[in-house]
């Protein structure tokens, strides 16, 4: 079955500083799509990033980079510089293959609670 | 402007007394999703649906249903809601499987509490 792990129940960063979100992933498929959404206290949910199981480039976006490492069925999230916006619960998530019937279901992890400090 | 719209945003009912919970997106998305999020435990599906009549269960159904008459429109109803029903629901649409990214559009959340 799969499944995603996010370890890190919450971390601290100083404000400025780079920080890793850590998450592995769990799948028997080869094609998959791995995604990285920011809640902030508001409560709504962010797209930050995408990463394709068959991109060979890592992706990034802006201050956001997703550090995949295929073959550690890992995909951490990278924010370098890191502002007091940034403070918030970021929630590691996998999707179903595309195929015939698929739910395009996404699979969440629990979560890391990310607080950045003055 | 592109949204998932669901309402109510905050709910307080008592055990027993069903209730409607809207989602509306205005992408003309083919997929439409519920999910709920409870700590520890990450968003989980509830239901989903590929297209107007097409539904079908997610993960954790037990408790819930939904219907989709219209392409833009997916409600979750509680029949007889429970406390373990208190939960933050989300609403999320996306457009066919053709599109790379797969990103769901999630509406702003629901918070529901059964007492």
């Known amino acids: 079955a799969q499944k995603i792990t996010q370890t890190q129940p919450g971390m601290f960063v100083q404000e400025k500083e780079a920080v890793t979100l850590d998450c592995t992933y769990d799948?028997?498929?080869?094609?998959?799509?791995l995604f990285w959404y920011k809640q902030p206290s508001s409560g709504e949910m962010i797209f930050l990033i995408y990463?394709?199981?068959?991109?060979?480039q890592n992706a990034t976006e802006g201050r956001y980079s997703l550090n995949f490492q295929k073959a550690r069925k890992s995909a951490n999230l990278v924010i370098s510089a890191s502002q007091l916006g940034d403070s918030a619960m970021y929630f590691c998530a996998m999707r179903e293959p595309l195929r015939g019937g698929a739910t395009n279901k996404l699979i969440f992890g629990t979560g890391t609670l990310l607080a950045v400090q003055p | 402007e592109a949204q998932v719209t669901q309402n109510p945003r905050y709910l307080i009912t008592v055990t027993g007394k069903k209730l409607t919970v809207t989602c509306s997106q205005n992408?003309?998305?083919?997929?439409m999703s519920w999910y709920r999020q409870d700590p520890g435990l990450g968003l989980r599906q509830i239901y989903y649906s590929m297209n107007v009549e097409v539904t079908d269960k997610g993960d954790v159904p037990e408790g819930y249903k939904v219907s989709r008459k219209e392409k833009r429109n997916f409600p979750l109803i509680l029949e007889s809601p429970s406390p373990n029903q208190t939960s933050l629901y989300f609403c999320?649409?996306?457009?066919?499987?053709?599109?790379?990214?797969?990103?769901?559009?999630f509406g702003e959340g629901s918070r529901l509490t059964v007492l």
């Open positions: 799948t028997s498929d080869q094609s998959y799509g």
């Open positions: 999320a649409s996306h457009p066919s499987a053709g599109v790379r990214t797969g990103e769901l559009f």
């Open positions: 990463q394709g199981s068959y991109d060979e």
């Open positions: 992408m003309n998305h083919e997929y």
